[in-house]
């Protein structure tokens, strides 16, 4: 009997997985996307492949991220594909802009879980059939990587990784629209400069405190390594000038 029910638990877990991953096909379908041959096999086949790595639900739970971000992706692409045709050294400081938005779009796409990255990583390494579904390829996830890994060593130096996966990367249109806020005082009259330099200073410490969900051992860390770190302040959203004077007030 216990045979059986082995069996038969590891038959419905099977069953579920396959379901898991039709459903993911019907509502590619049901988005009005027709598929022939060719594209049927080669869908079939990519599914197959990201079975090795990933569930169903975490399939899910990656499509539906990326489809959030697609036009973020594309754009990221082509500025990368832009730095490299520059010639650009992707170790240099310069890149770190393009690093930032890489890894903050990595996160997103795999809701903050820092295992599905690097099994996401693994799969594009060792599975040539999921490349270039985005536009790139080995070669531009080799240099942008390169970049990626210096952050993240710069990041390591100052948090743990279990603080890592606890920031908040959703804020870039806030931190945009801060570093638009303090230029815009910086250009203004010198006599109102000071009280809307204040009400800049309050946006920004409330949006560490976003940043770092409110834990106070985390902001300090969090303010002082984006004040101290070389290749975190190159690609900081926020331009690093700008937030010493905001920072400062």
Known sequence: ?????????????QASELCGRLKLLQENLSQGNELDLED????????STFGKYFTASELK???????QTEHQWASLI??????????????????QPLARRWMDLSVRMTGGDFELMKRWERMYLQEPTTRGKRGDDLEMVQ???????????AFLTHFTQNELQTLNVN?????????????????????KKDQKMQTAAEKWSNLVDQA????PILR??????????????????????????????
């Open 1 to 13: 009997i216990q045979r059986q029910i082995t069996a038969l638990d590891y038959q419905i877990e």
């Open 40 to 47: 049927w096999l080669s869908t079939l086949s990519s599914m």
């Open 61 to 67: 739970k990656i499509f539906d991220n990326g489809k």
């Open 78 to 95: 082509a500025d990368i594909r832009t730095a490299m045709n520059r010639k650009i050294p992707p170790n240099s400081l310069d890149i």
């Open 143 to 153: 240099y942008i990587n390169t970049a990626v890994e210096l952050r993240v060593k």
């Open 171 to 191: 804020l870039e249109n806030e931190w945009v629209s801060l570093g638009v806020e303090i230029g815009a005082v910086m250009r203004g009259k010198a006599a």
């Open 212 to 215: 770092t969900n409110q834990g």
């Open 220 to 249: 300090r860390k969090f303010i002082n390594a984006f004040k101290v770190d070389p290749v975190l302040r190159a690609g900081s959203i926020l331009d690093p000038a700008l937030e010493d004077l905001v920072r400062e007030a």
